[in-house]
């Protein structure tokens, strides 16, 4: 079973390096696409990701349109505060792919508008001085339930 999760924009190296732990251990592939808030060789990067990034199926993307280019066509889950239903309402299969947005913005609004249909929420408390969760532990959450409707396959 694989997913693919997707950061489109991420900005903070230790949360890219615990999902790239968290894709590692899972063998989900992690997509990255720029511009990234950061170099791929930072110390804090490589420090988060351990000794995990030789496990980790790394795909990089010049832009969100190249991705959307590539991938458009794939069933998709769009991770966003602004979700039309409940992460765990949503159905996964094999090779869905999980759209999560940079830390300070989330993602394009036109673009969760054109597909919100294929949006989802981590429910939280409704107050405005509370914006979202870590992106880690959103990937995190999202990942694991995924996992969790497809019988956790091929891990123990």
């Not at 063998?27 to 030789?54: C, I, M, N, Q, T």
């Not at 069933?75 to 996964?92: D, F």
């Not at 990937?139 to 409707?149: D, G, K, M, N, P």
Request: aromatic share 8%; net charge positive; proline share 5%.
């Amino acid at each position: 079973m694989t997913f693919e999760i997707v950061l489109v924009e991420p900005e903070i190296p230790p949360n890219t390096g615990n999902i790239a732990r968290s894709c590692a251990t899972t063998g989900s592939v992690l997509h990255l696409v720029r511009p990234l808030g950061f170099s791929l060789d930072e110390k804090s990067l490589k420090r988060a990701g351990l000794d995990y990034w030789p496990f980790v199926k790394l795909v990089i993307h010049e832009n969100f349109a190249s991705f959307m280019g590539a991938y458009g066509k794939r069933r998709m889950h769009i991770v966003t505060t602004k979700g039309n239903k409940n992460y765990t309402e949503a159905s996964y299969e094999d090779g869905d792919m999980l759209i999560f947005g940079k830390e300070t913005e989330g993602l394009p609004a036109r673009f969760i508008e054109e597909n919100k249909e294929k949006t989802i929420r981590i429910p939280m408390r409704p107050q405005t001085a509370l914006r979202s969760l870590n992106l880690a532990n959103s990937v995190s959450i999202v990942l694991f339930e995924a996992l969790r409707q497809t019988g956790f396959s091929g891990l123990k």
